[in-house]
């Protein structure tokens, strides 16, 4: 071989360059400016996303008979707290779902009240962020109306949604959104999932439906939305439980 | 020995210019996209190791495929990270998609394509077909000119992996995101379904591993140290003809790819 490298060389180069490269992969995946910029291709996704959808460009809806025979629940399975339990022991009449923060009328609505408002009815495909899917058919009152019947402030520019499960040392779980996603048709608080009302693993008595983006956005167990001006002051500052504790996306449309 | 002492590697000829500097960062940049979109692609897929077609799949669902967890020396981060592996993986995917766009349209417009990629009549005979073949199985590589030319065998790999493996992987991964789902729905169905382009998705990023080790083994095999300045500098030294060998087809006079 007249190559000044020779083949057991390069072959061996080969696995300590692609260990080498895991390695400082590994060590620049800690570096926090270089986190940065990485982290920084979520805006140009968001970007991206948004300048190619309409505003209310809808999510692939299916029809009943392609549902998944059976709709599994992830995350918390049972929030599992003697309030929790108390709450569903009666049927959730106890429960309310509390609208405040940047509202000009603080609502506290009851599982009756939220019964009988407006309706939406959509079969789509849930997108977890681990990659499997499983398509249902969710009933519930779009976020908008709530958000008008609370009278939503002009300042507001996320909701934020407090969930009741605690998912470790107190802390409960929680996601946001921005008006883009509050307001879109899709985006509704779900009631009933599959022609009955919310099963406890997939969030009983209320949780939302984001079509949009990735599961982990869709807060179950929902107790109190909350709209702010920014997320920064809200919790750990991400926009969500994974977002602060793991560094998920919080723009979780791809 | 050291090449420059090996009177039969330097007597030939001075090396030529073989690729232009939009190939060379072109396929450095995309070399290091693949590297961490492969690695951190297992490490997303480690999250639910199963394949599924159509629409759905879930964990009461069948799987087509069920793997066990790729180990740490196959994913980035080496330690099982989803959230980590997603922000290394879709921020290169933007870089790999966008890289390709533009060597796609520069090459179409340099002439890249029609000049040293496009198939031409000759190629695709038979008889040449079965030579190259035949030569890359007793490993004879071409020398003197011909080195400098595409054969068709390369030729078609190429032309596989930049026009349709890597935008097939490109719109299977933006089939799997539910926001393209809502802009573009026609890309989520022409795949089959979520799930089916989370398997087409794997499929092809094996298919361009297997490319990519092939790659690997004709660059060390035809003269690594060469090849490599090849697509470095851009200057390759041509290895100088076998006696009695045939110029390729003599079909053609402009020969690299960097020729005016």
């Keep these: 071989m007249t190559s000044p490298l020779s083949r057991r060389a390069l072959l061996s180069g080969l696995t300590v360059g692609a260990a080498g490269m895991l390695a400082g992969c590994d060590r620049l995946g800690r570096d926090e400016d270089f986190r940065k910029a990485l982290f920084s291709a979520e805006n140009m996704h968001k970007w991206l ?8 460009a809808l999510a692939r809806e299916f029809r009943p008979d392609q549902r998944s025979p059976f709709f599994r629940g992830n995350g918390t399975l049972n929030p599992g707290t003697p309030a929790y339990a108390a709450l569903w022991r009666n049927g959730f009449v106890d429960w309310r779902l509390r609208v405040d923060g940047l509202v000009g009328r603080p609502l506290s ?48 520019r996320y909701l934020v949604f407090h969930c009741m499960d605690d998912m470790g040392g107190g802390v409960d779980y929680y996601e946001s959104i921005d008006l883009v996603d509050a307001f879109h048709p899709q985006t509704i608080l779900a009631l009933a999932l599959n022609d009955a009302l919310l099963p406890v693993r997939n969030g009983a008595p209320l949780r939302l439906r984001v079509e949009r983006q990735l599961g982990y956005k869709h807060a179950k167990y929902l107790s109190r939305i909350e709209a702010v001006a920014d997320l920064s002051a809200v919790r750990g500052g991400h926009g969500g439980f994974w977002e602060d504790v793991a560094g998920y996306d919080w723009y979780a449309g791809i | 020995m050291r090449e420059e002492d090996d009177p039969a590697a330097t007597a030939p000829s001075a090396p030529v210019k073989r690729h232009r500097l939009s190939t ?192 690997i083994v004709m660059v060390l095999l035809a003269g690594a140290g060469n090849g490599l300045r090849g697509m470095i500098t851009g200057w390759y030294r041509v290895p100088e003809a076998r006696p009695g060998d045939r110029d390729g087809e003599g079909e053609r006079e402009s020969a690299g790819e960097g020729r005016p």
């Design chain 2, 24 to 215: 060379r960062l072109w396929h450095w940049t995309t070399a290091l996209c693949v590297y961490v979109l492969f690695t951190s692609g297992l490490g997303i897929f480690n999250a639910h190791p199963r394949l599924y077609w159509g629409d759905y799949g879930a964990n009461f669902d069948r799987p087509w495929l069920e793997l066990a967890r790729f180990g740490s020396a196959w994913t980035l981060p080496s330690t099982y990270d989803l959230a980590l592996s997603r922000r290394w993986h879709l921020a290169f995917a933007l870089v790999l998609a966008f890289a390709l766009l533009a060597y796609m349209l520069w090459s179409l417009a340099n002439r890249h394509v029609t000049r040293d990629l496009a198939l031409r009549k000759a190629d695709l005979r038979w008889a040449t077909i079965r030579r190259e073949i035949a030569d890359h199985a007793r490993l004879r590589f071409p020398r003197g000119a011909a080195a400098l030319r595409y054969n068709v065998l390369q030729k078609a790999s190429y032309i596989a992996v930049i026009f349709i493996l890597l935008p097939v992987l490109t719109f299977t991964g933006l089939a799997m995101s539910p926001g393209m789902d809502a802009a573009w729905p026609w890309l989520t169905q022409f795949s089959g379904g979520r799930q089916s382009a989370r398997s087409i998705h794997f499929i092809a990023a094996w298919l361009l591993f297997a490319f990519f080790l092939v790659h």
């Design chain 1, 49 to 56: 996303q948004r300048s190619l959808q309409d505003r209310d």
């Design chain 1, 109 to 156: 609505l009851s599982l009756a009240q939220l019964q009988a408002m407006p309706q939406r009815v959509q079969t789509t495909r849930h997108d977890c962020v681990e990659g499997w899917s499983a398509i249902g058919t969710w009933r519930g009152v779009p976020l908008a109306t709530v958000l008008d019947a609370a009278a939503l402030s002009t300042r507001a």
